[in-house]
């Protein structure tokens, strides 16, 4: 295989809450208009609008067997079949990844890694909101318990490793946001750092991927008790969305208090610095330009609902997710309005929520085994998997 001197590959690791679906659905539903131009968005390897599939965290991340060499295969096949002088791979994932399980793409072209971050305080915000709105993640902790336990953010060591790889000098470091974004948008300030220009008549960026409000986020919270199948739980997230969207109430902005967003702050100054010293060559070590904080900006804790707000969300629920709600939780389907719809999150006991936790995903299991085997031997389902 020979390397192609005037192709650029950019590999865009993350990270996430960075406006990488933004990014990446951009890419995909331009993608035609943009290899005209001589930018190709490879469709191996895509899940969704992301290459997911060349991950081997992802794969590992749901205990399955790791496909990420194979379908690198394929994706070099896919470039080296190309005229398109540049070529844009994007997962926020990759950070959980090696380098090394990415290294056949040095062997196409000069390799660029592009890599967000996100003051600390937001980004934690933000992940626990998208860690109870995913399928994967079906978070019930609170978030105070939530910061706790799982929130890690180590930006220095992703960044130090691809660096070490790809090489510092081919390492792009990225704050985001948004007043520092060129033309104060992520999609625009990526095509700036990859130094191309996308034909004229492509339609602008528009935001993806916006969090739950706040009754939302309980609602789907407590339903994330419930062991939804995949098809199940994509319909109910889109439903919340599409409500919360178009809720125009004024509600607090935050559910951590000042005092916890000082202190993740101050967590990360030490980390921060040295990100910016290292690789932005600022020697004041200010990686954000943003460093203030509201100690009167609005918040309130994030609670369960009252039974009136439940039926208030259930009852604009499309009738689909009514069904899904009511089969798989017993107390909704008798309750009379003004009862709890939900079940009832122990916030106070963390035995008590991991317990539930794991009921529910051993019930999950049952009902994808149940399901699976029921196709395997009904010669007249849909898809049937013959002995």
Known sequence: MGIVSRRRLFLHIGHPKTGTTSIQTWFLA??????????LYPTTGLNDSAHRLLSPAFYAQRHLP???????????????????????????GFGLDHPRSLAPLRELGEVTVIYYVRRQDHL??????????????????????????????????????????????????RPFEPATLAGGDVVKDILNVMGVTPPFNLPPPTSRNETLQRPYLSFKRALNLLPFLEEEHRLIARTLAHLSQADSTLRPRHFFPPETRLALIERYASLNATLAREFLERPDGRLFQDTSLDPNASWAPLTPLAPSDQWDIFERLSPEGQAILTTLYRPARLANRGEPLLPHLPDGNESALERLSNVRLRTQLQRRLARLECVTHDPFAPHAVQP
């Open 66 to 92: 790791n496909e990420a060499p194979a379908v690198m295969h394929r994706l070099i096949r896919e470039i080296e079949s190309s005229s398109c002088s540049v070529v844009f791979i994007s997962f926020e």
């Open 124 to 173: 934690a915000e933000s992940m626990y909101a998208q860690h109870v709105r995913s399928f994967l993640r079906m978070e019930i902790r609170p978030p105070d318990l939530w910061l706790e336990q799982v929130f890690h953010c180590d930006y220095l060591a992703v960044a130090e490793r691809f660096a070490a790889f790809f090489g510092a000098d081919r390492f792009r470091l």
């Open 30 to 39: 331009n993608r035609e208009a943009l290899r005209s131009a001589g930018i």
